[in-house]
């Protein structure tokens, strides 16, 4: 099994910037790709970013050009900054992965707990 743990959320103001971080543990070798996702209440949950073995990367138009996704294999870490903050960026953000084959089907799991980021003035 893989556990997730997130970190790095808070209160920031519109414009502000955070750097959120995942850790991941346990069995690391079934990950191919890692990805953020996000839950505002009354929505569900949806992707962000994904990175890839590869190195290949996605974004939601939303958040192009503004975020930032990066992985350090070496302390089994992900990242994930956040430029340019809008109140529409407030939501838990959830760190998942998936091996090869889920990867291909765009479905990610075994999230962590999530971390808040709240922006408002």
């Known amino acids: 099994q893989v556990q997730l743990v997130e970190s790095g959320g808070g209160l920031v103001q519109p414009g502000g910037s955070l750097r959120l971080s995942c850790a991941a543990s346990?069995?690391?070798?079934?990950?191919?790709?890692m990805g953020w996702y996000r839950q505002a209440p009354g929505n569900q949950r949806e992707p962000v970013a994904t990175i890839a073995d590869s190195g290949r990367t996605n974004y939601a138009a939303s958040v192009k050009g503004r975020f930032t996704i990066s992985r350090d294999n070496a302390k089994n870490t992900m990242y994930l900054q956040m430029n340019s903050l809008k109140p529409e960026d407030t939501a838990v953000y959830y760190c998942g992965f998936a091996d090869y084959s889920d990867y291909l089907r765009g479905h990610f799991h075994s999230w962590g707990q999530g971390t808040q980021v709240t922006v408002s003035s």
């Open positions: 346990g069995s690391i070798f079934s990950i191919y790709a």
